[in-house]
């Protein structure tokens, strides 16, 4: 093994070798054969791990998270519009800015850091044009219930928009099953790729909110502008609206075949469940306020009494580097480590983890019996 240390942040992060390789060729052109072939194979796998309808659209454009963020908002919202958002912290917080960039009346429902707020809560703000939500916020590792979120969308005639950036390909969602107009992500997380990919599709009923805008997205996100690529593409054919990023489309191909959903989640959750295990057995606790907003992907874990982001340097002379806390104001009480993607099916990855972190908090005096996080997490 390399002396590289191991990235386990909230993305980017480890990647297989396959989808290094699939990179890491002098960049194709976008009208090369290999590009269309690997551009149509990933929008049938986006169907196939957003388990969304065969008529809905897939999008894959250059850019990071934040970017299929803007192409969302701007694609179903126009100005005056009422809107919801559901805010479990930081990135719920962006999406609701964006919204408010563009014209829309928004309606923000929010829960004390660590918490989501109840659904009779966001029930009250009921009705809306969409209701916006972030399916697990990276700031604070809380996954919100999706499935319920949506139905109560669907239940008043709303649209509903999940930020899936830190939770596509990893946690549980139903796309079509659960009547879900856009789910959107980014490259560099769960998916397992380098960043530089923007990825959401929509519904038809999405498409369709696009198609009633009587003022028309910014240019460079605009479902119109890139529907005609998208679908050529999948039909094998070259197009063109803005260059592709190349290299990452044959990374995409691979990536997205490498596992079904269904072993994916499975993945997901063996090893979130795994890492709650370790944590408990080093006496440390976590910033979702309940076991079932903790997301899978990711944990946030508190410094216990004494310790501070010191303990992060710690970890990293060990090898592995994980991310500091981002929710405003409580930055300086937590650390977050990624679990997503490649990791999840390289156990010594999470080990070599859980043992870095355990040997840092040993260092820096905190109380835990040696090897009890490798032990729980076995
Ligand atoms: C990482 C992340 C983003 C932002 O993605 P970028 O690629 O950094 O723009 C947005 N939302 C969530 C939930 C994220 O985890």
Not at 317 to 341: E, N
């Amino acid at each position: 093994m390399s002396s590289r240390p191991l990235l386990m942040i909230p993305g980017p992060i480890e990647i297989s070798p396959a989808v290094q390789a699939a990179f890491s060729v002098a960049p194709p052109g976008h009208l090369s054969a290999a590009v269309i072939e690997a551009f149509g194979r990933s929008i049938e796998l986006m169907r196939e791990l957003w388990q969304a309808a065969p008529s809905s659209q897939p999008f894959v454009v250059a850019g990071s998270g934040t970017l299929a963020m803007d192409m969302a908002v701007q694609n179903v919202v126009e100005p005056g519009e009422r809107v919801v958002v559901v805010d479990t912290g930081y990135f719920s917080a962006r999406m609701a800015e964006m919204l408010r960039r563009r014209g829309a009346d928004v309606a923000v429902v929010a829960a004390p850091p660590g918490d989501a707020p109840a659904l009779a809560d966001v029930e009250a703000q009921m009705p809306c044009k969409a209701l916006f939500s972030t399916h697990v916020d990276t700031s604070t590792g809380v996954r919100v219930d999706a499935h319920a979120l949506a139905a109560l969308a669907r239940r008043h005639g709303a649209l509903s928009v999940f930020d899936g950036v830190c939770a596509a390909a990893a946690e549980r969602f139903e796309m079509a099953a659960w009547d879900v107009d856009v789910y959107l992500t980014a490259s560099q997380k769960a998916i397992g790729l380098p960043p530089g990919l923007a990825l959401c599709v929509a519904s038809e009923r999405a498409l369709a909110a696009r198609d009633a805008l009587r003022t028309p997205p910014m240019l460079s996100v605009d479902f119109h502008a890139w529907r005609p690529v998208m679908q050529a593409y999948e039909a094998r054919k070259p197009s063109y609206f803005a260059t592709p990023a190349t290299n990452l489309i044959l990374a995409l191909a691979v990536a997205l075949a490498e596992h079904d959903i269904a072993e994916r989640v499975e993945a997901h959750q063996r090893t979130g469940e795994a890492m709650r295990a370790a944590w408990r057995a080093l006496g440390l606790s976590l910033l979702p306020v309940r076991p079932e907003l903790c997301a899978n992907t990711m944990s946030a874990v508190c410094y216990p009494a004494g310790l501070d982001s010191a303990l992060i340097g710690r970890i990293k002379a060990r090898g592995v580097i994980v991310a500091g806390g981002l929710y405003p104001g409580l930055q300086a009480t937590y650390f977050r480590v990624g679990h997503m993607g490649y990791a999840t099916t390289r156990s010594e990855m999470i080990e070599r983890t859980v043992q870095a972190i355990e040997d840092a908090l040993i260092d820096a005096g905190h109380a835990c019996d040696r090897g009890a996080g490798v032990a729980a997490l076995r």
